[in-house]
């Protein structure tokens, strides 16, 4: 379930819906979507960012957007 207006109040010290949405860009490094509602957030997603930050999640699934394209310079050397 999406956390509720209060609790990403509660969460963030934020009241304003785009001062929330920046605060977990902010702190834990991921643009939410959001609505007319706010942020776009489960409870479940918000403990595993948190997690994820503190270094506790381990073994997550790495997603797309984690990983990093591999270039590769026109001698060989992949950066």
Known sequence: MRLSPQQLI?????VRRKGQAQWFKDYLGTAV???????IITQAAYEDLVKKQLGVLVGAPET?????????LRDGTRV
């Open 64 to 72: 797309p957007a984690s990983r990093k394209p591999v270039l590769i």
């Open 10 to 14: 509660d969460i963030t010290g934020r």
């Open 33 to 39: 979507p959001c609505d007319e509602r706010g942020p």
